[in-house]
């Protein structure tokens, strides 16, 4: 899995359809006192911008509440049936790419 900082991100700002949004959906305050999460002070060699007195490992969730949680919001952001005519769009593109290659085992 690659993780993109948000710095990293603006770079493609100039390729995408309007300055790129980020919101916080893993390890939130709420989620911390929910989960019990550990907490520890930042380290001084930590060079990232933090306003906090102290730091939590996304890692520290539960793969299943992490992936939970992550899935509820990417499908908040997401419309259906968008969603829906993508992958009948794939069906068909899958069909057609079958016929095409099944001809070429003939030749």
Partial sequence: MVILTASELRGFEPHARGAPEFERVAVT???IAAHHLP?????ATDRRSFTGTATTQAEALPPDI???IVRAAIE?????EVH???LTREDVERVAIR???SGLEQV
Avoid at 39 to 43: D, F, H, N, S, V
Avoid at 76 to 80: I, Y
């Fill in 66 to 68: 992490l992936a939970g």
């Fill in 29 to 31: 305050p709420e989620q």
């Fill in 76 to 80: 908040a952001h997401r419309d259906p």
């Fill in 99 to 101: 016929r095409r290659l």
């Fill in 39 to 43: 907490t520890a002070p930042p380290k």
């Fill in 84 to 86: 829906r005519r993508v």
